[in-house]
Structure formats: C-alpha cells, structure tokens
C-alpha cells in the first residue's frame, strides 16, 4: 500500500494531468450531449483526486480531514467543469456525489475489517 506522501505525489501529477487534457479538449468536450456528459464526468475525476490530495495533506500535517476537504474539491471541480459548458456543473456535482458515496462505503468497510483485527489480537 502506497504511502501518504508518495499518494499526496500521485494524486497531484494526477490533477495537473487531468486538468491540463481537459482544458486542452475542453471544445471537443463541449461539441456534443454526450462528450459534455464525458466532461462533467472528467470534472468529478478531478474532484476525487484532489480529494486525495487533501486528504493525504492533512494526514501528514496531522490535522483531522472533514467536510471541509470535500467542499473545497468539489468547488475546484466545478470550476473546472464551468470552463467546458454549463451542463458539465451539473453532471460533475452528479458524478461527484456518486464517487463520494462509494468512497465513503470503501473507507467504512477498511475501518471494519481494521478494527475487527484489532479486536482479535
């Protein structure tokens, strides 16, 4: 499993990768219904990974993570959303909850199986 800091890394080149296609192909991404779908779903990538990034930042600076880093992701990807079209806002908030939700299911059965072990030894 990957480290803190080397996850902070990867998640940041991952954001600066994906923001950079999406605002080169941000007119391809606007061209049709179904690439501004595409777009808002690029968005809510980006908000995952900058959820990452915060997370494992306040991780390694030990301050608790909470709603605070996911509201400051979630407005950077819509505003990163907004430079494409305005259907993407709403597509990337969709998107985002969504991801939201499965990280959250992904992170409480972690926390159980962790401290079910903990439990037996």
Do not use: D, P
């Amino acid at each position: 499993m990957a480290g803190s800091g080397s996850s902070m890394l990867y998640s940041f080149l991952l954001f600066t990768v994906i923001l950079s296609l999406q605002e080169m192909y941000r007119g391809k991404l606007a061209s049709s219904e179904l690439f501004t779908i595409l777009g808002g779903f690029i968005s809510s990538l980006l908000f995952l990974v900058l959820l990452t990034f915060i997370g494992n930042f306040q991780e390694a600076s030990g301050v608790k993570t909470g709603w605070g880093a996911v509201i400051l992701a979630e407005t950077v990807a819509l505003i990163a959303a907004s430079t494409v079209h305005r259907v993407c806002i709403t597509t990337c908030f969709l998107f985002s909850a969504g991801l939201l939700y499965e990280v959250n299911k992904i992170s409480a059965v972690t926390v159980s199986k962790i401290e079910s072990k903990a439990k037996r030894h």
